[in-house]
């Protein structure tokens, strides 16, 4: 094989992956089998047509929302998050370190966004060769393939800059091996133009079994989204005269006004958002990414139409197995905690102590860690059984108070049936317990503070009020006083002294784990405790609320209180002040929506990397150059064009 052909088949991987050799059913979007299809003219037959528009979704839990690459893009390197004990999981992102071309997590999602812009494309021009739909079935197919293919350009645009714009099927014409870049204008006039034809011809809802198609809402809420991050580069809506500034106030202050003609919802109080009773059809998402049903034939594919997000959150537990916490793939409550990339910054925390009424801590991170029993082990009651007593070594080694000697660690949960993840949550006396589906959901959550009397069925407790040492010694387990984690300028400390150890690890190793995307239970277990079956929340209406804050701030409205309030009031914590500056927008931000996904175009919007690193991040604050305001170019794309040094890399890279 020539050169010049190896350059082709490369090209073609990189940008036409799976765009006509696919076929779904029209109701499945996990499944397909790509041996159906063997010519373009399948796909001029509706079924087989449909297929296409389901595969525009499959990138969205099967790579951006399944593992750590693309929330190390949009979460790592902010004021949020740093990597555990100063270490340097995921250092090119968290600290600006050495990152590079052909770095995994760049080419990962460079390639699926343009992988799946193709299929977008492929969707919007062969709709008028299929033969057998009905005009709405096209319109409406069309509109999908556009809004999705305007938030993989939301995603390359921002991440990457000015990349290549292309509307056309690559499968129906020559392959363009001499790309030229297009202006961020440019990009953003499509999205902007994609996302309002969804607007105007997406159905408010589909039919339950369709429930994770884009809407209404989905369109609406990512046309918010666009013209806030446009604003950044002082665009004009081409049809209206406005500035996206002023079109990002216009619209979510109107979508929130008439909410209920696009079937959007604010849960009333926080606790609902992420309660896994509420994960599927979640009634506060605009945009899902949707895992598979346990019952469903996707859910054999354990790779695929699973998550394993939730545990790039968690804290290692292997230094608490002699209190009774389970490490690694046998964790059937956490899930497998092998991954310890992000620790909630002190910035973060402070965040969530600015008012103690506040709930949304309590139900955005696990800071009670429990053990549990499973009868299947080969006792019939078992509750006691995998106590762990509290020794004169143990109680030594953790600085536990000598009043506690012989006192138990309890397990708080039982695993019922270890085949299908089955829960349940024992009782205070441990007489009997409750599956997770009959409990009010939460059961990560107990009440925070935690009571001193509750903390025999904990193992350890991550307290984010400082405790005293007298106040710590009420509790029968071991406690770290979260903010002790970092040193005073934020830097997360590497080791403690713990029971007069030097050098210790036994309070630095655990911390609070953002726990909004893991969902405990049958109902969710994924293979080998490492990845979960839950939806993955691409955005949530409460976005758009902090979208028209933040814009009226931006804008000197005066109004941002009106629509930060909703989501303060829903947290029981107290109205926002009359006078909001851009400082209590990111503080509310962090609040409301940390971790998901947002952090770092957040920051790039409002040019506030340097800034705020600085004050909140001094390590990344070391490295971070005005040129990581976007990524570099995929070494493999570069690699596969004809004219790679007139395409260009990124400055810096």
């Keep these: 094989m020539n050169s010049k052909t190896m350059k082709n088949n490369l090209f073609k991987s990189i940008l036409m992956l799976g765009t006509v050799a696919v076929s779904f059913s029209?109701?499945?979007?996990?499944?397909?089998?790509?041996?159906?299809?063997?010519?373009?003219?399948?796909?001029?037959?509706?079924?087989?047509?449909?297929?296409?528009?389901?595969?525009?979704?499959?990138?969205?839990?099967?790579?951006?929302?399944?593992?750590?690459?693309?929330?190390?893009?949009?979460?790592?390197?902010?004021?949020l998050w740093q990597a555990p004990q100063n270490g340097t999981s995921l250092e090119k992102y968290h600290y600006y370190t050495n990152m590079n071309a052909d770095d995994s997590?760049?080419?990962?999602?460079?390639?699926?966004?343009?992988?799946?812009?193709?299929?977008?494309?492929?969707?919007?021009?062969?709709?008028?060769?299929?033969?057998?739909?009905?005009?709405?079935?096209?319109?409406?197919?069309?509109?999908?393939?556009?809004?999705?293919?305007?938030?993989?350009?939301?995603?390359?645009?921002?991440?990457f800059g000015n990349v290549t714009l292309t509307l056309d099927d690559s499968t129906l014409g020559d392959v363009d091996f001499y790309p030229t870049r297009s202006t961020v204008a440019e990009i953003y006039a499509a999205i902007i133009a994609d996302l309002k034809y969804a607007v105007q011809n997406l159905p408010t809802s589909w039919p339950a079994e369709e429930y994770s198609r884009?809407?209404?809402?989905?369109?609406?809420?990512?046309?918010c989204r666009a013209y806030i991050q446009g604003a950044a580069y002082d665009l004009t809506d081409e049809e209206t005269g406005k500035?996206?500034?002023?079109?990002?106030?216009?619209?979510?202050?109107?979508?929130?006004?008439?909410?209920?003609?696009?079937?959007?919802?604010?849960?009333?109080?926080?606790?609902?958002?992420?309660?896994?009773?509420?994960?599927?059809?979640?009634?506060?998402?605009l945009f899902i990414a949707a895992g598979a049903n346990r019952t469903s034939d996707a859910y054999s594919n354990g790779n695929y139409t699973q998550s394993e997000v939730f545990r790039h959150f968690l804290p290692s537990f292997g230094t608490y197995t002699d209190l009774g916490l389970v490490d690694k793939t046998s964790n059937f409550v956490y899930g497998r905690p092998n991954s310890n990339l992000f620790l909630p910054s002190k910035y973060l925390l402070e965040c969530m102590q600015e008012d103690p009424n506040d709930i949304r801590y309590r139900y955005s991170f696990i800071s009670a860690y429990s053990a549990y029993s499973c009868v299947l082990w080969g006792e019939t009651f078992f509750y006691d059984g995998v106590a762990k007593?509290?020794?004169?070594?143990?109680?030594?080694?953790?600085?536990?108070?000598?009043?506690?000697?012989?006192?138990?660690?309890?397990?708080?949960?039982?695993?019922?049936?270890?085949?299908?993840?089955a829960l349940g949550v024992w009782n205070a006396d441990g007489t009997a317990n409750t599956p997770i589906e009959e409990t009010e959901g939460n059961v990560l959550h107990p009440e925070m503070p935690l009571p001193a009397e509750d903390s025999y069925q904990y193992s350890v407790y991550v307290s984010l009020p400082t405790l005293t040492s007298e106040e710590k010694a009420a509790y029968d387990c071991?406690?770290?006083?979260?903010?002790?984690?970092?040193?005073?300028?934020?830097?997360?400390?590497?080791?403690?002294?713990?029971?007069?150890?030097?050098?210790?690890?036994?309070?630095?190793s655990i911390y609070p784990a953002?726990?909004?995307?893991?969902?405990?239970?049958?109902?969710?277990?994924?293979?080998?405790?490492?990845?979960?079956?839950?939806?993955?929340?691409?955005?949530?209406?409460?976005?758009?609320?902090?979208?028209?804050?933040?814009?009226?701030?931006?804008?000197?409205?005066?109004?941002?209180?009106?629509?930060?309030?909703p989501l303060r009031e829903r947290a029981n914590a107290a109205d926002a002040p009359a006078s909001v500056d851009m400082d209590y927008i990111y503080d509310e931000y962090a609040r409301e929506m940390c971790g998901e996904f947002n952090r770092w175009y957040l920051l790039k919007r409002n040019h506030a990397f340097e800034e705020r690193l600085q004050e909140y991040n001094p390590r990344a604050a070391q490295r971070f150059r005005s040129t990581n305001y976007v990524r570099p170019i995929s070494q493999e794309f570069l690699d596969a064009i004809y004219n790679a040094?007139?395409?260009?890399?990124?400055?810096g890279y």
């Excluded at 006004?257 to 509420?278: C, R």
Aim: net charge negative; with cysteine; glycine share 6%.
């Design 389 to 421: 007593e509290l020794t004169a070594d143990l109680v030594a080694k953790y600085g536990l108070s000598t009043d506690h000697v012989g006192k138990k660690l309890y397990p708080h949960f039982e695993l019922i049936d270890n085949s299908n993840g």
């Design 26 to 79: 029209a109701c499945d979007l996990d499944e397909y089998d790509p041996n159906k299809v063997t010519g373009n003219e399948y796909l001029e037959q509706y079924e087989y047509y449909q297929g296409l528009v389901n595969k525009c979704y499959s990138p969205l839990i099967n790579t951006f929302y399944q593992s750590s690459d693309y929330v190390a893009l949009c979460e790592a390197g902010t004021d």
């Design 645 to 651: 040094d007139e395409y260009g890399q990124n400055p």
């Design 478 to 508: 071991f406690v770290v006083n979260a903010m002790d984690l970092y040193e005073a300028d934020g830097q997360p400390k590497v080791n403690t002294t713990v029971g007069g150890v030097s050098g210790s690890s036994l309070e630095v």
């Design 243 to 285: 500035s996206y500034l002023e079109m990002a106030y216009d619209t979510a202050t109107d979508f929130i006004a008439n909410k209920d003609t696009y079937g959007a919802y604010l849960y009333p109080s926080f606790a609902d958002v992420f309660n896994e009773q509420n994960n599927r059809n979640n009634k506060e998402a």
């Design 105 to 159: 997590y760049v080419q990962k999602v460079w390639k699926f966004a343009y992988n799946t812009i193709n299929t977008c494309n492929s969707v919007v021009q062969r709709a008028e060769n299929v033969a057998d739909a009905t005009p709405e079935q096209i319109t409406q197919a069309i509109a999908q393939a556009r809004c999705l293919r305007a938030f993989y350009y939301y995603v390359l645009v921002e991440q």
């Design 514 to 565: 953002m726990s909004k995307f893991n969902m405990p239970g049958k109902e969710f277990f994924g293979s080998n405790a490492q990845r979960k079956t839950v939806d993955m929340m691409v955005m949530r209406f409460a976005e758009v609320y902090l979208i028209a804050a933040e814009a009226s701030v931006r804008l000197g409205k005066g109004d941002a209180a009106t629509y930060l309030n």
């Design 214 to 223: 884009v809407t209404k809402k989905s369109a609406l809420g990512l046309l």
